[in-house]
């Protein structure tokens, strides 16, 4: 029978399972769990069970049990345990009889405050020598993790669209040369287009009047697109483009309507942009909001036999 995603498994390389074991080691050193946790006299066990017992409600032994991937046993030993201490309540659950709600009292509260503060002040204490740049690439790095060992307990950001900074204009050339040669078949020459395109946003940029958007989602960029100015009336939209996971999640419209309301913003009167017959996403996006085409002519470029078009939208 064939497996399903969700069941099936690939080969493991040793070396991989050697790198994952030898960062466990490290990590959990670091973090101090092989040592009293949080400076108390609990376990990590007993922690992350107050935790979910301050921060959750209508909760079940079972469902934390579930939860927490815990044993029977082991759970009801720690829960008996925290009801000596009068750290806990139990009260019928309305939808089960046989089950009881669990809820820390306010002793159990008293208890777990200091360590919930204490685990804040490691936390921020072995991120403070990271400059900012660095504690960002580690954050979004633990964000990538999550989501690729737990898709489902880690749905991704969406996107958001942010100034470009040092790198992304290099990104938006190999992205455009990478995809349109991987997909349409187009030569370098195209890749050297979008290079002079770029280079002379770059070189003339007008910050009253131009902008540029990267698309970034979960830390990764995704997408970008450009707002030249083409004269005193006419704004030009270029170099729009999606990786291929971004695709089918509206960030291409989103991008489009960006550029549409900075135009508007500024004064301008029509908006313009040059794409090909070929590009059928793109062109539905376009006509969506009210772009026409005006021109169509046939022509040899990057490799292959093409149909430039030339759209406008009245502001």
Not at 3 to 24: C, D, I, M, Q, Y
Not at 121 to 141: C, H, M, Y
Request: aromatic content about 8%.
């Amino acid at each position: 029978m064939a497996s399903t995603p969700e069941t099936r498994h690939h080969t493991v390389p040793a070396a991989n399972v050697k790198a994952l074991r030898g960062f466990n080691r490290f990590y959990t050193q670091r973090i101090g769990v092989l040592t009293p946790y949080l400076g108390s006299e609990l376990s990590l066990t007993d922690v992350r069970v107050l935790y979910e017992l301050a921060h959750r409600q209508e909760l079940t032994a079972t469902g934390l049990g579930r939860d927490l991937g815990l044993d029977a046993g082991y759970l009801s030993r720690i829960l008996r345990r925290f009801e000596s201490q009068g750290w806990i309540a139990r009260k019928p659950s309305p939808a089960d009889a046989r089950q009881s709600l669990l809820q820390l009292t306010e002793a159990g509260y008293q208890a777990f405050a200091p360590l919930q503060q204490r685990s804040r002040d490691e936390a921020a204490a072995l991120l403070a020598p990271l400059p900012g740049p660095a504690q960002q690439q580690l954050t979004q790095a633990l964000a990538t993790v999550q989501r690729l060992l737990d898709p489902a307990a880690a749905p991704p950001k969406p996107a958001v669209l942010r100034d470009p900074q040092p790198g992304d204009m290099g990104w938006v050339v190999q992205q455009h040369g990478e995809i349109y040669a991987r997909e349409y078949g187009w030569d370098n020459t195209f890749e050297a287009l979008v290079a002079s395109i770029v280079a002379g946003y770059v070189r003339d940029y007008q910050p009253a009047w131009e902008r540029c958007w990267i698309a970034e989602r979960d830390g990764e960029r995704v997408g970008s697109v450009f707002v030249v100015r083409k004269s005193k009336t006419v704004a030009q939209l270029r170099l729009l483009i999606l990786t291929a996971q971004a695709r089918g999640l509206g960030l291409g419209a989103r991008l489009t309507d960006e550029c549409i309301t900075f135009a508007r913003s500024k004064g301008y009167k029509k908006m313009v942009l040059w794409t090909n017959s070929c590009l059928d996403s793109a062109r539905a996006i376009y006509a969506k909001r009210g772009f026409q085409l005006v021109k169509s002519e046939p022509y040899t470029g990057f490799g292959k036999d093409l149909v430039g078009e030339t759209w406008e939208l009245k502001l």
